[in-house]
């Protein structure tokens, strides 16, 4: 990684760094922003000095890799803000960088009742009333506001609706995708504290139980066509495939990037493994996000 220094700037056209600066009223919403560019990959500096902005740039610019996906949020509470970030921004354009700024903006009514929800005062309030500090405030943003490339009211969005339409904007299809993993276990060893689903492979006879079987695991061709060949295994499979499909589009919606679907049998060697190995496949093949992991493969 090579230092950022003063004056540095990048090679005309080698500028493929992603920076997005989020600003906005205060009580808008610039935390859930930040949270869902998180979610779509973006490395995020919150509460940024104004006066670092271009030093940040520079850093993530030299350092390549995801930092070239960084965020930068700025607000009044930082005792560096000025009211020139249109001037700063300027500064990047000029640099070779191409920041999108995004402002978030909601009604003094909206931004009055969400402070008093939370019981906080406004950083620009002073001895003042809430409506006092929030009508400081948009004076002091009035020409980022105007300079802004996205303008979010978020007065009649919830923090979900917010989310996803940071995603659409910044995100792509791919990174707002649930991630799925389907995880076996064995109930001896107790279940899976972050288990979304929890699927009960006992029901099936036990390859433990085989002789020839009972040393390999649900890994292997000969265990994994015992345990799916058994009356009522492809059904399981199936019934929970559909019961994921059905459900995925909802959690997405509902802000939920990561479900683990775990496969319990007795000991987690044969019958879950075989299952939980059969499940991913069987999620991938109709385009999920899914792979399998096997939390007590070995134990025994």
């Known amino acids: 990684m090579t230092e950022a220094m003063p004056g540095f700037t990048p090679e005309p056209g080698e500028v493929d760094t992603d920076l997005v600066v989020v600003t906005g009223l205060s009580g808008g919403g610039r935390s859930t922003v930040a949270r869902a ?5 973006f490395y995020v500096v919150d509460n940024l000095p104004q006066a670092l902005m271009l030093d940040m740039a520079q850093l993530a610019f030299a350092a390549g890799g995801a930092a070239r996906r960084t965020a930068m949020v700025l607000d ?13 921004v300027r500064e990047l354009r000029d640099r070779g960088f191409s920041p999108r700024v995004v402002f978030v903006d909601a009604d003094d009514e909206v931004l009055i009742r969400r402070f008093e929800s939370v019981r906080r005062s406004h950083p620009l309030q002073g001895d003042g009333r809430l409506a006092d500090g929030i009508a400081a405030e948009r004076k002091l943003l009035e020409e980022a506001r105007d300079q802004a490339d996205v303008i979010i009211d978020t007065s009649h969005l919830n923090v979900n ?3 996803r339409r940071v995603e659409e904007l910044f995100g792509g299809e791919d990174a ?11 109930f ?6 972050d288990a979304d689903y929890v699927l009960d492979a006992r029901f099936l006879p036990n390859p433990f139980w085989v002789p020839e079987l009972r040393d390999h695991t649900g890994l292997e061709e000969g265990v994994s066509g ?5 009356e009522g295994a492809a059904d ?7 019961l994921i499909a059905a459900t995925a589009p909802g959690f997405e919606r509902e802000g939920k990037r990561y479900l683990t679907v775990a496969v319990g049998c007795t000991g987690g060697k044969h019958r879950s493994v075989a ?19 096997h939390r007590d493969l070995g134990r025994e």
């Open 226 to 230: 015992y345990v799916l060949g058994q």
């Open 275 to 293: 299952i939980a190995e059969e499940l991913a496949a069987r999620l991938r093949d109709i385009r999920l996000s899914a792979h399998s992991s």
């Open 37 to 41: 560019l998180e979610n779509v990959g």
């Open 236 to 242: 399981f499979v199936t019934t929970y495939a559909s």
């Open 161 to 163: 609706q917010l989310r």
């Open 188 to 193: 001896k060893y107790g279940l899976p504290p």
């Open 176 to 186: 707002r995708k649930l991630r799925i993993t389907v995880l076996s276990f064995g």
């Open 76 to 88: 009044v509470r930082s005792r560096a803000f000025s009211t020139d970030l249109a001037g700063a």
